[in-house]
């Protein structure tokens, strides 16, 4: 079964740093490409920034380019999203999703999510 | 940037009712269109992908149409589980984009 497993989210306040994990099990990590998407108190969902297999390619949505960074560490089977220079507008669940199908050349859609971890920027 | 709209923005519908959500990207995405399903403080739940290929798992009530810009989602007989809101997604351009969202609830 998939499984993924997202920490780290908190209250921080504005200018703050923090960094999210996702832990993944029960596929192969490295096939996949993987992507954060988060969901602000009573709104839509919007996409953050995808990674590729090796790392090697990111992309991000405008807003949070030059603050947050995705990395992972397939050898830990682990999704990273570093978040510098926090705004109240960051205020929201992150969700971390996995990207189907396998071994494609450019980001896809979700097909397996995780439960999400709520970052709250507030003074 | 892609934007994405969806109509309508809320429907209220009983059980056993035919439900249609549309999706509209500003410009031409191919058949990279994804539908999400989200219940209440729950993470989404993908149903559709490649615009008209179900998820494992996903009961066949729910479809998928569409190519270009113009995309449909149907469920052809509503059931108490589904009352949720919908969203769909292009995966064709960067930065990836999500529609508002379409509520269906309880007539």
């Known amino acids: 079964e998939v499984q993924l497993v997202e920490s780290g989210g908190t209250l921080v306040q504005p200018g703050g740093s923090l960094r999210l994990s996702c832990a993944g099990s029960g596929f192969s990590f490295n096939d996949y490409w993987m992507s954060w998407v988060r969901q602000a108190p009573g709104k839509g969902l919007e996409w953050v920034a995808n990674?590729?297999?090796?790392?090697?390619?990111?992309y991000y949505v405008d807003s949070v380019k030059g603050r947050f960074t995705v990395s992972r560490d397939n050898a830990k089977k682990s999704l990273f999203l570093q978040m510098n220079s926090l705004r109240a507008e960051d205020t929201a669940v992150y969700y971390c999703?996995?990207?189907?199908?396998?071994?494609?050349?450019?980001?896809?859609?979700?097909?397996?999510w995780g439960q999400g971890t709520l970052v709250a920027v507030s003074s | 940037d892609i934007q994405m709209t969806q109509s309508p923005s809320s429907v209220s519908a009983s059980v056993g009712d035919r439900v249609t959500i549309t999706c509209r990207a500003s410009?031409?995405?191919?058949?990279?269109l994804a539908w999400f399903q989200q219940k209440p403080g729950k993470a989404p739940k993908s149903l559709i992908f490649?615009?008209?290929s179900l998820q494992d798992g996903v009961p066949s009530r729910f479809s998928g149409s569409g190519s270009g810009t113009d995309f449909t989602l149907t469920i052809s007989s509503l059931q108490p589980e589904d009352f949720a809101t919908y969203y769909c997604q292009q995966h064709n351009t960067y930065p990836f984009t999500f529609g508002p969202g379409t509520k269906v609830d309880i007539k």
């Open positions: 410009q031409g995405i191919s058949n990279y």
């Open positions: 999703a996995r990207e189907f199908p396998p071994m494609i050349t450019f980001g896809g859609a979700p097909d397996s």
């Open positions: 490649a615009a008209s």
């Open positions: 990674i590729n297999h090796d790392g090697r390619e990111k």
